[in-house]
């Protein structure tokens, strides 16, 4: 048995999320097509060939605007030194910017540590523009310990991507049980999938401004169990939004939701949300901590 820890960075949007739900073949990681999704670490766990694979899908790096952003991207940049080896993603189909460039300056002060490029998309690519690609990470990045090259959402190139890390592990370790994909806590994966809905069905100011909560939870012997949901925003604008005419959005949101944790959970359940605005809050370090998206390190 061999094991070892990954972080897959990038800047945000990437696919970064979309792969580590390939590998394991569960969803572990939210996904949507707005920037930021993923706010925290969340570890995806794949056995394959006796191997155990612990990919750590991180927030996108970026230059953060507030107390929320900072705690983002300082808690996918402080993993680089403590992980076995780091996967950076591009999206093959974008120009290698000033955001790729800025998350390499962070993946290369983790000196020690191997780093792979994965170039995501190529399905999206032709060999010409495949092979340009490739000049432009050498021009614009510099050397990696190795190039893989994937489509992430299709599964294409994942063989390849885990013969290449397999090197990298600890020999004679395993640091999860076989059946384990994932070691975030079941309330937490509820929360996200609250926001997951949200993000896909609202428009662009909502995304970055909406926080979730499990506020109570009515456990019953007999009947369903009730879960309360709080749903943050940060003005009464978008909370008319979330809400929707004659409620209609919020219900939507409501049932999709329920739909999949009672999926996860393997039983039927009451999901009741409420929103609720607190101005300002991915600027007030009490609250973000209530939310545990803030530490002291």
């Known amino acids: 048995m061999k094991a070892g820890f990954i972080a897959v960075v990038g800047r945000p949007n990437v696919g970064k999320s979309t792969l580590i739900n390939k590998l ?5 990681a939210i996904v ?18 006796g191997n155990q694979y612990i990919f750590i899908d991180t927030p996108g790096i970026h230059k953060p605007k507030h107390l929320l952003g900072e705690y983002m991207t300082n808690s996918a940049i402080r993993i680089l030194k403590d992980v076995d080896a780091i996967l950076m993603m591009l999206d093959g189909t974008q120009e290698i910017s000033t955001g790729d460039q800025f998350v390499m300056e962070r993946v290369l002060s983790a000196k020690k540590t191997p780093r792979i490029l994965v170039i995501n998309k190529i399905d999206k690519l032709n060999d010409e523009e495949l092979e340009n690609k ?3 990470v050498k021009e614009k990045l510099g050397k990696f310990d190795g190039i893989v090259e994937i489509a992430g959402e299709y599964g294409i190139g994942v063989p390849q991507l885990l013969d290449r890390l397999e090197m990298f592990l600890d020999e004679d370790v395993q640091y999860y049980p076989e059946d384990m994909y994932t070691d975030m806590p079941i309330y937490r994966i509820m929360t996200e999938i609250v926001r997951e809905k ?11 401004s909406v926080a979730i909560e499990i506020i109570n939870v009515e456990k019953r012997d007999e009947g369903k169990d009730k879960f309360n949901v709080n749903i943050y925003v940060e003005r009464d604008s978008q909370k008319g939004i979330i809400i929707g005419k004659g409620g209609k959005m919020l219900k939507e949101i409501g049932t999709e939701a329920r739909k999949e944790m009672e999926k996860l959970l393997d039983r039927p359940i009451y999901l009741e949300l409420w929103v609720k605005v607190k101005s300002d809050w991915r600027k007030k370090k009490p609250f973000l901590k209530e939310l545990g998206y803030f530490d002291e390190k």
């Not at 949507?32 to 060939?49: D, L």
């Not at 949200?198 to 970055?208: A, C, M, Q, Y």
């Open 134 to 136: 490739r000049e432009e």
């Open 198 to 208: 949200i993000l896909v069905k609202t428009r662009d100011e909502i995304p970055h």
């Open 32 to 49: 949507s097509n707005k920037a930021g999704t993923t706010r925290e670490n969340i570890k995806g766990i794949v056995n394959v060939k």
């Open 24 to 28: 394991v073949d569960e969803k572990v």
